[in-house]
């Protein structure tokens, strides 16, 4: 692990799910534990960088060295990022939720006690703030997850071209022991050449610092 290899660099992170509110009660939100977002916060505070970590809804203690800014809903994790701006790195690990309720009902919706129905949720779509950051002026070296459960390397490559990134980082999320909710993790990073470089299984502390280590080369190269 090249140890102070982000000294002095502002380093972002995003983490965690979001969560869409649909009324006082209820919400929307996805599967993710925050857990790899959280571990390469840690690595990159090791490794000499000042971290913010912007984190939507988790049971994880905040690392050390790190300031955490808690979030709830996509568009409130944008507004966090937007206000850490300017950074050199943004590595955005947050398992947005690509839509919300087009509203948020102010009291409780109750069941129609005249039909047994189903309910019709209209959903819009949520701002994607990786592709945001990343298009800005001053946009930061950007890397992205892409957890696919198939076309992994085809839909990880798409995004990255969308969303302008330097590196993408690509899960299989279908395979069993890795990706969300898991302790362990195997990736393959994606560079704008097409260059794919391996990490094979192992804890999500280690792939952290292993990505941390290569991002970090790939940041001084850029
Ligand atoms: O398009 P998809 O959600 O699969 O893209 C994944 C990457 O984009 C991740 O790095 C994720 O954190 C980021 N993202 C985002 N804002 C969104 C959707 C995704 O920052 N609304």
């Given amino acids: 692990f090249a140890s102070g290899c982000l000294t002095g660099r ?14 006082p009660v209820r919400y929307l939100t996805n599967h993710s534990s925050g857990k790899m977002g959280f571990a390469l916060a840690e ?6 960088a000042r971290v913010t970590l912007v984190s939507g809804p988790v049971h994880l203690p905040t690392p050390d060295r790190v300031e955490r800014i808690d979030v709830v809903s996509a568009r409130d994790m944008l507004a966090a990022c937007e206000a850490a701006m300017p950074c050199d790195l943004l590595i955005a690990a947050a398992a947005v939720a690509d839509y919300r309720p087009q509203a948020v009902a102010p009291q409780k919706l109750k069941k129609d006690p005249n039909n047994d ?17 990343a298009q800005r002026a001053d946009r930061p ?8 459960t198939e076309n992994l390397l085809e839909y990880a490559l798409r995004k990255l071209n969308a969303k302008n990134l330097d590196l993408i980082v690509a899960n299989d999320v ?5 990706g969300f909710n898991s302790e362990e993790n195997a ?15 192992t804890s999500k502390g280690r792939i952290a610092r292993q990505l941390i280590a290569f991002i970090a080369d790939r940041l ?3």
Wanted: glycine share 8%; no cysteine; charged share 25%.
């Fill in 220 to 222: 001084d190269k850029a």
């Fill in 187 to 201: 990736v393959r990073v994606i560079d704008r050449a097409q260059r794919e470089t391996r990490f094979a299984q």
């Fill in 43 to 48: 690595a990159a505070a090791e490794a000499g």
């Fill in 10 to 23: 502002q380093v972002l992170i995003t983490a965690g799910p979001t969560r869409e509110n649909i009324d």
């Fill in 174 to 178: 279908a395979s069993p022991g890795i």
């Fill in 117 to 133: 129905d189903g309910l019709l949720l209209q959903l819009v779509r949520n701002p994607d703030i990786l592709a945001t950051l």
């Fill in 141 to 148: 070296f950007s890397v992205g997850f892409a957890a696919e």
